[in-house]
């Protein structure tokens, strides 16, 4: 085997267990802070997706499901997104036959609900649906005053980092150059062994010190413009675009927008739903109608790591639909 090969011997199942428990979040294109335990994302190449890691966690854990059911019908594109207005759960579909052939309904199917049996034709959740999300979208100005903003703080943020690079390097530069002194110092006399092995070793711990600030790992670079226009552009035809979503790709958008999913009732229509954090900054921001006010207030982690999903599903929507309009 190419494996054994390489190691120079064989490959035991200790060694195949050490690789999958100590190095998968590595592999997955994630490296750990020793001391926080905090997670972010390393520069360099993953070799397995986030969604495979996590599938080699269940197996080792042995809770795995060697059958997945497809949950996302393309015939019910709001289901597990919907929930029931009395018990929360997620609406299902269904679509039984009658005499004028296939009739689609949402319906309840938890048993100790009072809602169970009673079935809600597709198209009137779905319109329902359709009208809710576009009366909660934001106005296009405030979009764009959103997108000024962030982009505003991202250049910022961009050029501190850039400031305290130049900083490091010119710390950097001028410790060796005390480091090529006390070396040149030591050649003429000018200190004694011990001195010179005293002063070599601060110098070379400040070294190390800032060559690990200079060299730590840094989130992968990304066009944070086209992942906020993307967005902003879903976000702006929202009642449009999810119906028009590959089912594979329903459930990422989904916790996107409705992290949580969002209820109904027949009478009382859609209620009050958790919003992802672009959406609900961008709501707050514009109830605020200021740019100001929240230029401190965002969770930049957060915020970074959601256009980063973004900017990762409009990748794959490209390639399953390379014409599509939002993606291209």
Not at 58 to 72: A, N, W
Not at 179 to 196: L, P
Not at 274 to 290: C, I, M, P, W, Y
Request: aromatic share 10%; glycine share 6%; net charge positive.
């Amino acid at each position: 085997m190419i494996a054994n090969r390489l190691r120079r011997g064989p490959t035991t199942p200790q060694f195949v267990d050490r690789m999958l428990g100590a190095y998968l979040r590595f592999y997955a294109g994630i490296l750990v802070n020793p001391w926080t335990r905090e997670e972010i994302r390393g520069q360099h190449q993953a070799m397995i997706t986030p969604a495979e890691m996590h599938q080699i966690l269940l197996v080792r854990s042995g809770r795995s499901h060697p059958v997945k059911h497809e949950k996302y019908n393309p015939a019910f594109p709001l289901r597990r997104t919907v929930l029931c207005g009395i018990c929360l759960r997620p609406l299902t579909g269904s679509s039984p036959r009658g005499n004028g052939g296939r009739y689609f309904y949402y319906h309840c199917a938890n048993r100790t609900c009072m809602r169970y049996g009673h079935s809600i034709p597709k198209d009137i959740v779905e319109r329902d649906f359709r009208q809710h999300v576009e009366g909660i979208v934001p106005k296009d100005a405030m979009r764009t005053a959103f997108k000024e903003t962030v982009l505003d703080l991202w250049h910022e943020r961009g050029a501190r980092r850039e400031d305290a690079r130049r900083h490091h390097e010119q710390q950097i530069a001028a410790l060796e150059a005390k480091r090529r002194r006390i070396y040149e110092m030591r050649e003429d006399g000018s200190y004694a062994r011990e001195e010179f092995l005293a002063r070599k070793v601060v110098v070379e711990r400040e070294l190390a010190d800032l060559s690990a600030r200079l060299e730590a790992p840094q989130a992968p670079a990304f066009d944070a413009e086209v992942a906020l226009d993307y967005a902003l552009a879903f976000i702006g035809d929202l009642g449009g675009q999810w119906f028009r979503l590959p089912p594979p790709l329903r459930p990422r958008f989904q916790k996107l927008i409705f992290p949580a999913g969002i209820p109904y009732s027949p009478t009382d229509g859609f209620g009050t739903a958790q919003l992802g954090l672009v959406f609900n900054t961008l709501r707050e921001f514009d109830a605020s109608k200021s740019r100001l006010v929240h230029r401190e207030g965002f969770n930049w982690n957060q915020l970074l790591d959601e256009l980063h999903e973004w900017a990762e599903i409009r990748a794959q929507l490209t390639e399953m639909n390379p014409d599509d309009r939002l993606a291209a």
